[in-house]
Nanobody, 127 residues
Framework: QVQLVESGGGLGQAGGSLRLSCAASGRTFSTYAMGWFRQAPGKERELVAAISRRGLSAYYADSVKGRFTISRYNAENTLYLQMNRLKPEDTAVYYC????????????????????WGQGTQVTVSS
């Protein structure tokens, strides 16, 4: 079992930056591949970025590539999402998710593969 708590959301301006954090507790953080998802009103949940358990590989959605950076600090059980050059279309509730994986070092892009989810943090970008 792992508990995930997101923080760092809020109101940002177009062109600005925000950094989201996801604090994990419970089982060993380094045995989980992690992901950031988002869901805007009236839209389906989508993957924003994913990272392998050791942080050696990462994936980004085309819509955020070059603007967002996913990272993790296993020693402090924390996942980050640095969001730069924000756009109004980045407005959504952002969720971190964990996928147990102690055998490989890959990322996972499908939401159904994730075992645990945080409660979400709202990000609103004004134009």
């Amino acid at each position: 079992q792992v508990q995930l708590v997101e923080s760092g959301g809020g109101l940002g301006q177009a062109g600005g930056s925000l950094r989201l954090s996801c604090a994990a507790s419970g089982r060993t953080f380094s045995t989980y591949a992690m992901g950031w998802f988002r869901q805007a009103p009236g839209k389906e949940r989508e993957l924003v970025a994913a990272i392998s358990r050791r942080g050696l590989s990462a994936y980004y959605a085309d819509s955020v590539k070059g603007r967002f950076t996913i990272s993790r600090y296993n020693a402090e059980n924390t996942l980050y999402l640095q969001m730069n050059r924000l756009k109004p279309e980045d407005t959504a509730v952002y969720y971190c998710a964990a996928k147990f994986d102690c055998y490989s070092d890959r990322y996972y892009s499908e939401g159904y593969r994730y075992d645990y989810w945080g409660q979400g943090t709202q990000v609103t970008v004004s134009s």
